[in-house]
């Protein structure tokens, strides 16, 4: 049998490399793996970004007041088999406990986040003071928190979220902790701060009727001072108060708009873009500025 020439057998082994190499890059990955190692859960649709619980089971448990914060509580989801999950603190406004924003922690946590909603050291304290807390908090929970909560935290990934003075306290958490990974501020309230250093993936969202926190004074100029490379958007829901943010069955623009930006930016899961650029519209929408995803 004659021998298979040096240069023939070069060619043979360079067509069988190219083959393996194309079938390792058009086959799917064993177990359906993601190339997002922080993608959680199923590729989202408009009704499940919208629906009251998301794919998650999850489970609560009460944390004491101390630690730099009032106390509150630690929602997380029961899933240990993909990883560790990103990380939320919310927090009421002015004179809120924390059963104003706690429709969050479910909210939240069934759509794989790991949420703590917190209860303040002083209902009538101001942003700066709400804000302290929410760092106070993130921290404790990532470190100290309860075993079960805290084996399931990324403690690189932190967002933040609050109502009102919340919000503004939100605000004032991300200009002040350029490493988080995303704000979402709900009507927010803040006097004598400027937010044109903020560099964090930053929503707001404004009430067109609000008439304690108006946009005009709180929610447009906040969103103008923060520089689009920051990644910005600013939601204002048509017909809305100022205690939009506060209930149960929260506007469906709100909180679609609130988990999306989460996923995409904490998750770095591009595959909730589609609810964030094009930008949202509706009859419940009376505004809508962005930067888009980039």
């Not at 149960?248 to 609130?258: D, E, K, M, W, Y």
């Not at 996923?263 to 962005?290: A, M, W």
Request: overall charge neutral.
């Amino acid at each position: 049998m004659e021998t298979p020439r040096p240069r023939a057998r070069l060619g043979a082994l360079m067509a069988a490399a190219g083959v393996m190499l194309a079938s390792l890059v058009l086959s799917p990955s064993p177990g359906g793996a993601q190339s997002n190692p922080l993608q959680r859960g199923p590729a989202p649709t408009q009704a499940s970004v919208e629906a009251a619980r998301g794919p998650f089971a999850f489970s609560s448990v009460t944390v004491p007041r101390g630690n730099g914060f009032g106390g509150g509580t630690i929602y997380y989801p029961n899933d240990t088999s993909q990883g560790t999950f990103g990380v939320v603190a919310v927090s009421p406004g002015f004179t809120e406990g924390q059963n104003a924003i706690s429709w969050t922690g479910p909210r939240l946590a069934s759509q794989g986040f790991v949420v703590i909603t917190i209860a303040t050291l002083n209902v009538f304290e101001g942003p700066s003071a709400r804000a302290d807390e929410l760092t106070s908090a993130l921290e404790w929970a990532s470190t100290a928190g309860p075993a079960a909560a805290r084996q399931r935290m990324d403690p690189s990934r932190f967002a933040v979220m609050g109502h009102s003075m919340g919000g503004g306290a939100t605000l004032e958490t991300v200009r002040d902790n350029p490493d988080y990974q995303a704000g979402v501020a709900l009507q927010p309230w803040d006097l004598g701060q400027n937010f044109g250093s903020v560099q964090v993936p930053t929503l707001i969202v404004g009430a067109q009727n609000d008439v304690i926190a108006t946009v005009g004074a709180h929610a447009r100029p906040f969103y103008n001072q923060i520089p689009a490379t920051a990644e910005k958007a600013y939601l204002e829901l048509a017909g809305a108060g100022h205690f939009v943010g506060t209930s149960p069955g929260t506007n469906v623009h709100q909180a679609r708009t609130a988990i999306s930006w989460l996923k995409r930016y904490v998750d770095n899961d591009t595959r909730y873009e589609q609810f964030l650029c094009p930008p949202p519209s509706g009859t419940g929408i009376s505004q809508y500025q962005h930067t888009c995803p980039g």
